[in-house]
């Protein structure tokens, strides 16, 4: 069925006139507000609703042509999505943001101002999340049939305050004044079953056969969130599930007075999708977790398999008609939950059953790090997935034996690739399970998939030689650069045209203009603007002057003791001391500028923000380096933040320690604004260096392969504290209290375990490289010229980190889907 275009009110979207019209129908019939008697927030729901509406018909288009195209779909499955504020980015994505600029203006409000106003969708946490959301920008940009499953939080981790230099955390409560961009589908339920137990029951073919039953149950209701693509053409969809109860509540228990014992199951049940990420420190916070894993993963399979099966299909034909990636190992309890639909509810033989899986699902890993690797008791799981858990010994089973038959009498090796740990009481080993059950595995990184190849997963890359490929993140120009930095991205369009937008590799174009003095000015121009608003914003939000002619030098990331943040302040330190002793004359005025969240249980990373902040304190009431250092630390660092900060940056710490970043984004985030990156050779930033040039990117430390040799020889983090009077005299400075005289032991807890406790980032070996390294950021910096053509050198190599080139690459390696 055609929808007629007569009954939708705005039948030019350039027409602004109709645009006017249209605004003010939505503020009095949707929001029922009087334009005369209304707030700030009133005409954003009202814009939000009219936005909405311009894509709505767009979105069903999209969804019509995919099914009259028979085209293979792929869905990505992941715990995060951190999609950022909607207005602005639809706005531009679908062509009308200065026609709307018009509009507000007309009836006396400012666009930017009113897009203030829009709470940020608290959907994710960090890397992961965002990754997610510029795919599924790029998916629609391709115009690919790509979908998006997650869980509708009530609640974000959390809402980071600083209070006395601590992180104080708070509820993110963004659904307060609701979501005008989501479509509620109440007629879009699953039920998702928990505990229980499992019977056999012989079918009359003689075949043994499982049913899950006694189960607590749980309903899955869907929300709708569409993505709209640049250009308009293609709206795609973010399906997030939402806990509702079975039955509303108990009326027995009503009916006599207990009030609350009535809507106890209720309230329990819609727990589940309350809060992201609970803490797992707990046996609750666990067995939640778990939970919502599962919960989000069942719900969005019997979703899948139902569009699937509304042309009856046979179940063989799902991997040539759809495609499953999993973002990291919290969706990977989708593996067995898929075998128990095709074995227990439609009666597939194992084997058949088991090659359907294998060919649906691809596994994307994001950590290197062993103790980041999501494992499950087996106690919780049989508590909670009995099923599944027989699947999962199983798939175990039947895995191992074909390993000792092609490995025989390697009992080490076996052991080793278990889904089942036995060593640490029964454990089961999720990235194990993903590995197994997906017919690709990729790395985010090239340096990120070699060392999953030799170090965390060599045993299965033995095993499975073709199964890894190497994928390396990329980041939508969409967001991170036409609607993040307007200024440069207007500079670029007059430069070299619109056509990077969607084709970002047209900025090598810029290279040629590295050598053009005026070109070189007005990218300077368009930095120091952005600087500027970044101070005021600053100045306004945290009373914090900063001088915009400064350098500004950033690390916003989430606070992790890898990422290295306690480096970068060693180096602040450091500098501080030489400042004091009257050494200013090689040094550039510096804005040092730090941002993210320490995960609530995580002790070490909070202390860190402390000391970051008691810095930041000391230094800026010490008049002798007034106007030659400031040290900044901004709350509750998020997409908006980011959008607001990338821009201004110049110097973009990339600092992790070598062989535990696996990509990053926020390094590529930063390179197309215009910074230059002074890193490691971790992560992507070895494709960074690759594609920038060796001389316009800042590189230090040891290597991965050279850390690794130094801990087999035996890591001495004495030596490096004796060896070098700069460091010892910083380390000292801290440990002694001179950043907090009110505690003086403060910070023993990050002295040992640098010295005391091994060292394990390597901190302290990488020191003086890295203070090497920023003497020559200093002398770069004093020649403007030279520092400016290395910067636009940056911006024209960036454009293979598109999201665009990434999402291909899956397409074409992975997915099997034609662009």
Partial sequence: ???????????????????????????????????????????????????????????????????LQDAKRVYYLSMEFLIGRALGNSLLNIGCYDEFKLVLEDVGLDLEELAETEEEAALGNGGLGRLAACYLDSLATLRLPGFGYGIHYDYGMFSQRIEDGYQIEHPENWLRYGNPWEFPRPDVLYRVQFRGHVVECPNADGKRRYRWIDTEDVMAMAYDIPVPGYGGETVNNLRLWAAKASRDFELKYFNEGNYIKAVEEKTQSENLSKVLYPDDTTQMGRELRLKQEYFFVSASLQDILKKFRIDQRDFSDLPQEVAIQLNDTHPSVAIPELMRILLDEHQVPWDDAWAITVRTFSYTNHTLLPEALEVWSVRLFEELLPRHLQIIYEINHRFLTEVGERFPGDMGLIQRVSIIDEERGKRVRMAHLAIIGSHKVNGVAALHTRLMRTTIFRDFARIFPDRFVSITNGITPRRWLNQANRGLAKLITETIGPGWVTDLERLRQLAAMADEAEFRARFRAV???????????????????????SLFDVQIKRMHEYKRQLLNLLHVITRYNRLRAGLSQDMVPRTVIFGGKAAPGYHAAKLVIKLINDVSKVIGRDSTVAGLLKVVFVPDYNVSRAMEIMPAVELSEQISTAGMEASGTGNMKMAVNGAITIGTLDGANIEIREKVGEKNIFIFGHTAEQLDEMRRGGYDAWRFYYDNEELKLALDMISTGYFSPDEQDRFKPLIDSLLREGDRFAILADYESYIACQEEVDRLYLDSETWTRKAILNVAHSGWFSSDRAVREYAERIWNTPI
Avoid: C
């Fill in 1 to 67: 069925m055609t929808v007629p275009e007569d009954i939708y009110e705005i039948t030019n979207p350039k027409d602004i006139s109709s645009l006017k019209r249209a605004l003010v129908n939505r503020l009095i019939y949707s929001i029922g507000k009087d334009p005369v008697e209304t707030q700030e927030r009133d005409w954003f729901f009202a814009l939000a609703y009219v936005v909405r509406d311009l894509l709505t018909l767009r979105w069903m288009e999209s969804m019509r042509r995919y099914y």
């Fill in 527 to 549: 930095k120091s603007a952005n600087k500027q608003h970044l101070a005021s914003l600053i100045a306004k939000r945290l009373n914090i002057g900063i001088d915009p002619a």
